[in-house]
């Protein structure tokens, strides 16, 4: 099977999204970005691509008359137990890298107790991973493990800190770990791992049932998934290992991946790190107008995490905080690290912090609308993309200024929003595949 | 993008004509010349040639330390004096390039002015500018007020006032710097010289008109426009330039050669664009870069048109040599009012055959930044073409963001891509 591979390298994360010869999306992958632009891309890659070949099973599971009624019950547990296992091999690595750094002589004098101590982390660690855990299912894909490595790793060690090996001790060794384990691209064994997780659902299923569920695991991993085309896109373009004519700006992509979410989309927000885009499409998703943000950050979501860190806060808290605000609070959006300061000021004058915050998410909401009226302004209907589309409060904030100034408007968010310029990027790559064929 | 960059004989003569100039000026003091300080717009220097004056123009001053990577030094200097952030990078370049013992772009020390010269007010910090150079150097100022066409047309009573105010005011302050009597034949000797330099001039700008263009009208174009827009306009030197330069660009043409560009000569002609706004100085090559090397060739552009407006049919008049300064003067882009300015960029657009319009705003200069994206959007609607902005300054390095500059030209240019081929009008 023919699949076309958009990968969006962002300042924050790496997006990459597959999409099959009709377009539809077969599978998507997220990480972290790092230091190493090409190891990102990969992971993504990697990660998409398992995803792609779940939907493939999926759709093997659904074409078997036997089978056909569970499929997404079998799905789900099979990626469960694919998961687990890709946890345990990346714990397996840390591990190893932990003990490695526990030899350094910078911790020479607690060596023995700190092998210990580490060893009983990553002994519980381990237990936790092999537990089974079916709820927490959808969420897995998304999250990194590096994240979930963290908030068990620091749990346990405040558990296990003393006055010989401290709190601090322990998490170093983590840090630096955590680091390497996240820098190295392991191999998946995508086929063995998917084997091994049949073989473990086998026994509780029927003999027959079982049987089949083994042939159509065979079937699907027979399929060939053949990545004819990869299109990247995102602020680290320029540094994705692709020639020039497999890499378009992220404008192009937003506003083509805005288009397939909703294609009645004629303006598109993106919000993300660091730049904020408006663009305007016309009916199929060409770019005919865009302004981004040039010579300052302040309308940026690092604003927000600017904000999040002043306030020892996660940055997914402040919408939820900032829609509780009953009173307006005006506050100014031109300098991120000012609106720090007046944030401090306005605390110590005696103002609520929820009051404050909304006056924050205003803030960087005005110089979005900003940049709307530059671009063309905004038409019906409005996308809204970025990490910022998922916080509440900028939402809201968004949704009564587009209101004031332009009326009523269709305002669409995707679940999805984050991949929006991996979906656009994969759907050049699909053009560009075509455009081949009909060259040959 | 394919061969060695070739100095063609016309760079070389400008190179020579613009050393002469500047060694001219630093011997000034021992042959005891007079010295004018002058605005580029506007500029009278075939009445200053009239009197034997030497003119120096600052903004040139700025734009060539930028170049040659000083703006940033000469900004600092000026910002310790107490000149704030936001004023025009021009001025603090030349403030600072002054207070550093001001030595100019090639590498001699500058005389100072015996008068300055106020010949153009479209730019109100030309006022500011001169005022406080007026201190700097303690020198008298004489003012020439230039009416703003805040109508779109010329009137008579305007040419009347600007000629009145020549009269009364300029010449007499000419005569005194100088110690020479105004002698109208010697301004229309040099009116001929100059109407012979700006036909040519014309005729380079306009053979990009021809595919694949032989020139770039933006950053070539800079170069082109610098005799003419210099000290040398109405001058036999000049005239003989234009000639030469004119003689060059049309035997490329007939060659079907594309621009010469500082890494090259630019082969394949992918974009055509008209660019308004001027260029930065402080990244002027990487800058070019960003459109060379994607194939972009700039056919028009309005900043070409700063120091004089000929390609819509002016030219300096013997038979009338104070009307057409006047005229001339008024004539000079910025002076031109929102409505005129779209109307030149949609005649570009299509006498040009542009693909789209580009408009770099420099955060230095309000006489061009106010009202560009409104023009930009009146020209989108009135062609159709797609139009893209930018955000640099003239010699300040710290508002060029080459990534952002960069990320904004290349997403610009796929968009037109995207609106050219045909199966990306297929439904996604």
Redo the contacts between chains.
Sequence with gaps: MKAFVGIDLGSTTTKAVFLDES?QVLGRGITNSRSSYDLAAKIARDEARVSARFALLERSLKADEGLAAEAERLRSELIAHFHRHQQLVQLGRLREIAFVEAHAPRVAAIAEPLRERLAVILDAMEAEEKRPRLGILAKQTSEFFRDRAASAFSRLAEERADSTVKFGDLMGIFDKAILQVENTSFELKFDDSLREAAAELVPAMGAEQGQRLIRVVETSLDIDLDEVRTIGTGYGRQRLPFAKEDI?????CHG?GA??QFPGTRTVLDIGGQDTKAIQVDE?????????N??CAAGCGRYLGYIADEMSLGVHELGPIAQQSTRHVHIASTCTVFAGAELRDRLTAGQRREDILAGLHRAVILRAVALLA?S?GVEEQFTFTGGVANNPAAVDALQELVHENYGARTLNISPGSIYTGALGAA?FAL?AG??RW?AA | MSGKAVKEQSMVKQKELIQDHYHELSRAPETGRKVIYTFVPGNLTELFRAFDLLPVYPEINALQSAMRQKSTLFINEAERAGHAEDVCTYVKTDIGMLRRGNVGPSGEKLPPPDLLVLSYTGCFTFMKWFELLRQEYDCPVVMLHTPYQGDGKITPSMVRYMVEQMRTEVIPALEKVSGIKYDEDRLKEAMALSESAETDLVAVLESAKHRPSPIDGYFGGVYYIGPIFNAFRGTPEAAEYYRMLRGEVEERMAQGLGPVTPDGLLANEKFRLVVEGPPNWTSFREFWKMFHEEGAVVVASTYTKVGGLYDTGFRHDKEHPLESLAHYCMGCYTNNNLPQRIDLLERYARDYSADGLLVNSVKSCNSFSAGQLLMLREFEKRTGLPGGFIETDLVDARYFSAANVKNRIESYLQMITQKRAPSARAEA
Excluded: C, K, P, W
């Design positions: 377009g378009r700006s992220e404008i192009l083509l288009h397939a199929n998703g060409i770019v005919t107008s865009f302004q981004m040039d010579r530059r063309g759907l053009r075509e455009e009909e």
